[in-house]
């Protein structure tokens, strides 16, 4: 059986996102003291007692007929239809509200367990007070909590996790993760749409419509994936609301959760500074890469048209030749699912493992053909290396000075271990630790 799935509703600006960060205990949803900050559905692994599930932050519904609101109210509508347990979060500083009558009348008609929770009260002695009010909603006893603070959090976990079904999976989630990071429409949304075939996140044409990190659960093979698609990276100096920026934060959050990140690039546009930077960001923090050219079925073609796209982009991304490029075409389809082969390709990269004799005589013969550097006729002696870790590979040197393992032959290492391990997709380090010899 599944792992359970507990989704998080309400109307708009009553608490959602800072219970959601609270029991996740990390800032993934977007906080923002004004309703309509969270547009799609967020996803989360929580656990409780040691029993794990997923937990989804929903958009505020409301009733206005604008478009964003009515994706909104639609994504949170899904939400609370693929959920086993439903948190219904009111506002106990504003009381109940005809909007929150509303959204119970839809709850109850779902059939489904509902957990009612009263947000913002921070105050105990005026706790019975307000619990009174919401009694009225018919949803059963008002669990009042202070996501904020911390607050009878436990109290409302201990009623969920009641209602999870007889025999679901509660295990730790242990999915291959894939963040797709890229430019504002760029088409990150629409590749995820692609993939599952379904209006699964909000698309639509207008950059920055997905400001949070949305993640999607789906098995491909054998093997269960979590796709996290993220907002768009725009320049810092584009950064003007406090929204924008955590939209930033998030993205870059999303790349350090990730096993595998796919840089997605404009075909049209090409490879620009900030596909770079966020590429750049990739590599340091040691995630598994993936370039995907997105639109190229908009590409005009020529001879060589995508031999010479990717000497191009090589040549702009230097110190991402390992990374695989993959053409693609979210509205077509075309080579989405070789992207997920790939995926799965890079993570076994990043889990690879050489023993360490191996890699010693790696090590002795590229020393043979490339004799290490001096300094005033010192040489760099590297008495031995091993692997210490993997996610990704990290090789520790054994060398007698740190400081004569200059960056070009550190490179010149790293392209005799890839001619022998290809390591396709993921960086690998390595760390020199001066010995006396």
């Not at 994936?225 to 929204?243: H, W």
Request: charged share 25%; aromatic share 6%.
């Amino acid at each position: 059986m599944s792992k359970p799935v507990v989704a998080i509703v309400g109307r708009p600006n009553v608490g959602k996102s800072t219970l959601f960060n609270r029991i996740i205990r990390s800032r993934t949803a977007i906080v923002e003291g004004r309703p309509g900050v969270t547009r799609d559905r967020i996803y989360g692994e929580a656990e409780w007692l040691s029993q794990y599930f997923t937990l989804v932050d929903t958009g505020g519904i409301d009733w206005d007929e604008d478009i964003i609101a009515t994706e909104v109210r639609t994504q949170a509508m899904v939400a609370v239809e693929q959920a086993d347990v439903i948190i219904f979060v009111v506002d106990g500083r504003s009381g109940v509200t005809a909007t929150d009558e509303e959204i119970a009348e839809i709850l109850r008609r779902q059939q489904k367990p509902v957990v009612l929770c009263v947000s913002k009260v921070e105050d105990a002695q005026e706790s019975w007070a307000i619990a009174a009010d919401f009694y009225g909603l018919s949803l059963g006893e008002p669990i009042l909590v202070s996501a904020e603070h911390g607050r009878n959090v436990g109290d409302l976990l201990d009623r969920v996790v009641e209602h999870f079904p007889e025999g679901a999976d509660t295990e730790e989630d242990d999915s291959l993760k894939i963040a797709l990071v890229g430019r504002p429409n760029v088409g990150k949304s629409s590749l995820v749409n692609r993939i599952l075939g379904e209006q699964r996140v909000i698309v639509t044409d207008i950059p920055g419509t997905t400001r949070d990190a949305v993640d999607t659960k789906l098995t491909y093979g054998d093997q269960e994936i979590t796709l996290i698609d993220t907002a768009g990276l725009r320049r810092r100096s584009r950064i003007s609301e406090n929204v924008e920026y955590y939209s930033v934060m998030r993205t870059l959050g999303a790349v350090d959760r990730s096993d595998v990140t796919v840089v997605m690039i404009d075909g049209v546009e090409g490879l620009t500074e900030q596909d770079k930077r966020i590429a750049g960001y990739a590599h340091e923090k040691g995630r598994g890469i993936i370039l995907a050219v997105n639109k190229w079925d908009l590409v005009a073609k020529e001879t060589n048209t995508m031999r010479d796209y990717e000497l191009a982009i090589y040549e702009g991304l230097p110190f991402l030749r390992y990374a695989p490029i993959v053409f693609i075409s979210a509205l077509t389809g075309q080579r989405v699912h070789r992207l997920l082969d790939m995926a799965n390709t890079v993570n076994e990269a990043r889990n690879m493992r050489i023993p360490t004799g191996r890699f010693n005589q790696i090590l002795q013969d590229a020393v043979a053909m490339n004799q290490p550097p001096s300094d005033k006729g010192v040489p760099l002696k590297i008495y031995y290396g091993s692997q210490v870790q993997v996610k990704p590979p990290v090789f520790v040197l054994h060398v007698n000075r740190k400081d004569l393992l200059h960056f070009s032959y550190e490179r010149y290492l790293e392209n005799r271990i890839r001619q022998e391990y290809e390591f396709i997709g993921t960086p690998i380090m390595l760390v020199a630790k001066e010995r006396s010899g």
